[in-house]
C-alpha cells in the first residue's frame, strides 16, 4: 500500500504551492488505494506557531483531501534523541560552536543550503553544552556506509550525494533535532512508502538516504513534483506573502475548484509550474 505525507511546517499560513504539494501527495497515494498522512513539522522553536495547525487541517478538508494526521514532531523528541544518541555512539557526530558569520567567512565551497562548512571544530576539543549544535562527520559517514542509491519516481535513480552538503548539523541549539534527522525518523515512523515533495528539497534526499543506512531505516520512493513560481521565477513563498489559502477559504471561495484548477493546470495569473532544480530555501 502506498503511504505518502504532506508535513508543513506551522510558520505561516498555506498557500497554493502547498496546495499543490498535498495534491499531490494526496492522489498519489489514492491512486493506489493507499494513505495520505498530514504530520505537521512544529519543532522550530523560534518560529512556529502552533495556532496555525488548526487552519492547515481546515485547509486540507477545504480542498476535499482525505487524509489521517500522525503525531507532529513536538511529540517525538525522544525518538530523534536516540538516533544522534546512537550516531555519536557510532562515532559519527561531533559539537561545533562555529557562528554563522565565522562559517561564512571560512568556507571555500557552496552547498544546497548555502556555505558548506568547512570542519572547523572536527578536531577541536569542543565540550558539548547548551548553545553547541552536533554535527555529522560527513567523510566518515559517507565511507561506512559505501555508495548509495535512491530513486526518484520522476527522475529516475540517483546516486546518493550527501556530501554536497558537508557536515551537516542533526543537532540543533533553538530546535531539537534538525531537519533532517526529523523528517528522515519520521517517513519511516510513519510508514512513508513515498516521500512527495518540492523539488526544492531534491538534494536534501541525498542525506535522508545516507541516514537511513546509517539508522538502518527503511527505505522509501521519493517523489520530487514541480514547483508553482511566480512571474519573476521564485518560487511562492510564506515570507513574499503568497496568498493565504486560509483566506481564500474564509472569503467563501470553493476549495474543490481550487483544487481541480491545480489538478489541470489552470492557475493564478502570474503563477506557473517550474521542473528545474531549485536549492533549498
Ligand atoms: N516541513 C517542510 C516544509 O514545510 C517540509 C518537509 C518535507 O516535506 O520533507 O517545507
Redesign the pocket.
Known amino acids: 500500500m502506498t503511504i505518502t ?5 506551522p ?1 505561516g499560513p498555506l498557500h497554493l504551492g ?1 496546495a499543490w ?1 498535498a495534491i499531490v501527495g494526496h492522489d498519489r497515494a489514492k491512486a493506489d488505494d493507499g494513505a495520505f498522512l498530514l504530520r505537521i ?1 512544529d519543532i522550530d522553536g523560534v518560529r512556529s506557531r502552533p495556532e496555525l495547525a488548526d487552519a492547515f487541517r481546515r485547509d486540507l478538508e477545504w480542498l476535499r483531501l482525505d487524509f489521517r494526521e500522525v503525531a507532529p514532531q513536538s511529540q517525538r523528541i525522544a525518538t530523534y534523541r536516540d538516533a544522534a544518541d546512537s550516531l555519536r555512539a557510532m562515532g559519527l557526530l561531533y559539537p561545533c560552536r562555529c557562528t554563522r558569520t565565522e562559517i561564512a567567512a571560512a568556507a571555500t565551497r557552496m552547498g544546497p543550503d548555502g556555505p558548506v562548512y568547512p570542519g572547523t571544530c572536527l578536531h577541536r576539543p569542543i565540550a558539548p553544552a547548551p548553545g553547541v549544535v552536533w554535527r555529522l562527520d560527513m567523510e566518515q559517514a559517507t565511507d561506512l556506509c559505501g555508495p548509495l542509491t535512491w530513486l526518484d519516481e520522476r527522475r529516475g535513480e540517483q546516486q546518493a550525494r550527501p556530501e554536497v552538503f558537508g557536515d551537516v548539523v542533526l543537532w540543533r541549539k533553538d530546535a531539537p533535532a534538525s ?1 533532517h534527522l526529523a ?1 528522515t525518523l519520521d ?1 519511516a515512523a510513519d510508514g512513508v512508502t513515498c ?4 523539488l ?2 531534491f538534494h ?1 534526499s541525498h542525506v535522508h538516504r545516507l541516514l537511513q543506512a546509517l539508522l538502518g531505516l527503511e527505505v522509501p520512493v521519493w517523489h520530487h513534483h514541480s514547483l508553482l513560481v511566480e512571474a519573476d521565477g521564485r518560487k511562492l513563498a510564506k515570507r513574499r506573502d503568497a496568498p493565504a489559502l486560509s483566506d481564500r477559504r474564509l472569503a467563501g471561495e470553493d476549495g474543490r475548484a481550487v483544487a481541480a484548477e491545480l489538478r489541470h493546470g489552470l492557475l493564478d495569473t502570474g503563477i506557473s509550474f517550474a521542473d528545474t532544480l531549485f536549492q533549498s ?1
Open positions: 505525507r504532506f508535513a508543513p511546517s510558520n502547498h504539494s513539522e531537519y523528517a517517513d516521500v512527495t515533495r518540492g526544492d528539497l536534501a530555501a
